[in-house]
Nanobody, 119 residues
Framework: QVQVVESGGGLVQPGGSLRLSCAAS????????MSWYRQAPGKERELVAI????????NYADSVKGRFTISRDDAKNTVDLQMNSLKPEDTAVYYC????????????WGQGTQVTVSS
């Protein structure tokens, strides 16, 4: 059974930091590209950061470059998102995604974790 579970969300003041974690099971984690998406109220879900499997290449949305860092631990089947210098516009539900590089049908989502940046 596939499971993708996010944790670490919460309320933080502008300029603060949060670290999100995603724990996955039920599939060969090391093969999958792992991503973090977010969705703010009234907006479409957007890609925040992605880390590939073999090369561990990373890519970020322009809005978070230099502030967010994605990392993965294939031994623990986890992917983290370190978020620094948070802004109110970072407020959203953050979702973890696992996608097989060669099969679009193998695409798994977590339930999301709320991040609120407010004073």
């Amino acid at each position: 059974q596939v499971q993708v579970v996010e944790s670490g969300g919460g309320l933080v003041q502008p300029g603060g930091s949060l670290r999100l974690s995603c724990a996955a099971s039920g599939f060969t984690f090391s093969v999958y590209a792992m991503s973090w998406y977010r969705q703010a109220p009234g907006k479409e879900r957007e890609l925040v950061a992605i880390i590939t499997s073999a090369r561990r290449s990373t890519n970020y949305a322009d809005s978070v470059k230099g502030r967010f860092t994605i990392s993965r631990d294939d031994a623990k089947n986890t992917v983290d998102l370190q978020m620094n210098s948070l802004k109110p516009e970072d407020t959203a539900v953050y979702y973890c995604n696992a996608k097989h590089p060669a099969n679009n049908y193998l695409n798994y989502w977590g339930q999301g974790t709320q991040v609120t940046v407010s004073s």
